[in-house]
């Protein structure tokens, strides 16, 4: 049977595990937000598109609400539960609801080399940026989403790996992209760093 959830369009796409804190100020989202809150229930991201949304999207838990103001906007802080497939759209409220099928992962785990081999290329990146990597909270199960969620990576790369179907797969995309992406990233640090020099290599 399709569950039923109030969805949430926004420009971006949300993972299984990934903190999203959000403000909330549209008087319908408050509406759906405080309903999530008093029956301790969860409500659905789905990717803006520019006709519509994505079809497949994650769940998300409200965890904290950090801020209420006078006026009734929030701040809260949500997390990625699981992923669903949008079947049908119900427009009776003054917010978007979405029948939707909850979608399970196949049972293909990828090997130890390709896990190793996604979290060094996920370590290359942020060392660019200054940035330790610490996976001491990645669950291996969904380790695609943890290194994924944790990069500001084009929004159709990471619609197509939310709708991918097993961890072998989303890992092995996640390999090949990364492995084009750092080279892009070292040709542009280059041509910072020439520019920053007026024109001078140093």
């Known amino acids: ?11 971006l796409v949300l993972f299984p595990g990934t ?9 319908r989202y408050k509406e759906m937000i405080g309903e999530c809150l008093g029956r301790d229930t969860v409500f659905g991201v789905v990717r803006a598109m520019e006709k519509g949304f994505a079809n497949v999207g994650c769940t998300a838990e409200i965890i904290t609400v950090t801020r209420e103001y006078p006026d009734g906007r929030l701040d809260i802080v949500t997390e990625g539960r699981e992923r669903f497939e949008v079947q049908d759209i ?25 896990r190793e081999r996604a979290s060094q290329l996920h370590a290359d990146i942020l060392s660019m940026a200054g940035a330790v990597q610490d996976l001491s ?4 199960e969904s380790l695609s989403f943890y290194l994924a969620g944790s990069l500001p990576l084009e929004l159709d ?15 092995s995309a996640l390999i090949s992209y990364l492995e084009l992406l750092i080279p892009k990233l070292h040709r542009a640090s280059r041509v910072r760093e020439v520019s920053r020099g007026n024109g001078h290599a140093h």
Do not use: T, W
């Open 90 to 114: 119900n427009r009776e409220r003054s917010f978007l609801r979405g029948e939707v099928a909850m979608i399970k992962d196949q049972p293909d785990p990828p090997s130890a080399a390709d």
């Open 157 to 171: 790369f990471k619609q197509d790996l939310l709708a991918l179907r097993s961890e072998a797969q989303r890992i």
């Open 19 to 27: 903190p999203l804190p959000l403000h909330i100020f549209e008087p």
């Open 137 to 140: 909270a990645a669950n291996p």
């Open 1 to 11: 049977m399709p569950l039923l959830i109030p969805l949430f369009p926004l420009d």
